[in-house]
């Protein structure tokens, strides 16, 4: 009787290890997704400022090209 009462115990406490291992598990692999999530997020984000960045600069030596250009013109026709 003593045997089998054993073999229950350890057989419950296996199922429950077992359980509990899946569940960390679990809880790794949603660890790990939310990170990789979060690491997208921040490139992404850190790609859009980049781009923000060239396009003024881009904006600004356009206007003073158009700018210089402009005056250049008006100076060589009114000479």
């Known amino acids: 009787m003593r045997m089998r009462d054993s073999l229950a115990q350890f057989e419950s406490a ?3 290890e077992a359980a509990l291992e899946r569940q960390r598990r679990s809880q790794l692999r949603q660890r790990a997704a939310n990170r990789s999530r979060a690491r997208g997020q921040q490139r992404s984000e ?3 400022t ?3 960045g060239v396009l003024v600069v881009a904006l600004t030596l356009t206007v003073v090209t158009v700018t210089v ?3 250049e013109t008006l100076a060589w026709l009114m000479s």
């Open 14 to 16: 296996f199922e429950q």
């Open 69 to 71: 250009v402009m005056f």
């Open 50 to 52: 980049v781009a923000f």
């Open 46 to 48: 850190q790609r859009g």
